[in-house]
C-alpha cells in the first residue's frame, strides 16, 4: 500500500498516514520503523506500508515516485540506463 505520513511525533513514534487508494487514515503500529531505512519520517513524506493485524501501517519503507505511480512520473524502461538526474 502507498499513503502521506500526515503527522508523526519523533519523541514517542506516534504517527499517522493517509492511504493513497482508500484515504483511510491509518496509525503507525510501535515497530513501523523497525528494519526500515527511515530513522524518523516527516509530514507530507510518501512511503510504502503494509498494514498489520491490529489495522495499523507497518514495515514502511520509501518508494519512488515512478514507483508509486504518481502522475507526471513516467514508468521506468528497463533498457533505459542513464541516470535520473543526469539531465
Given amino acids: 500500500m502507498q499513503g502521506v ?4 511525533d519523533p519523541s514517542t513514534g ?15 503500529a510501535a515497530d513501523a520503523l523497525e528494519g526500515s531505512l ?3 519520517v516527516r ?6 506500508f503494509d498494514l498489520d493485524g491490529d ?3 507497518t514495515r514502511l519503507r520509501m518508494g519512488s ?3 508509486m505511480g504518481t502522475a ?3 514508468a521506468a524502461h528497463p533498457g533505459d540506463h542513464q541516470h535520473p538526474q543526469a539531465g
Fill in 65 to 67: 515516485e515512478v514507483d
Fill in 72 to 74: 507526471g512520473f513516467p
Fill in 43 to 48: 509530514q507530507g513524506q510518501r512511503v510504502v
Fill in 38 to 40: 527511515f530513522r524518523m
Fill in 14 to 28: 506516534d504517527g499517522v498516514l493517509i492511504c493513497d487508494t482508500d484515504l483511510g487514515e491509518y496509525d503507525l
Fill in 55 to 57: 489495522g495499523r501501517a
Fill in 5 to 8: 505520513i500526515k503527522a508523526y
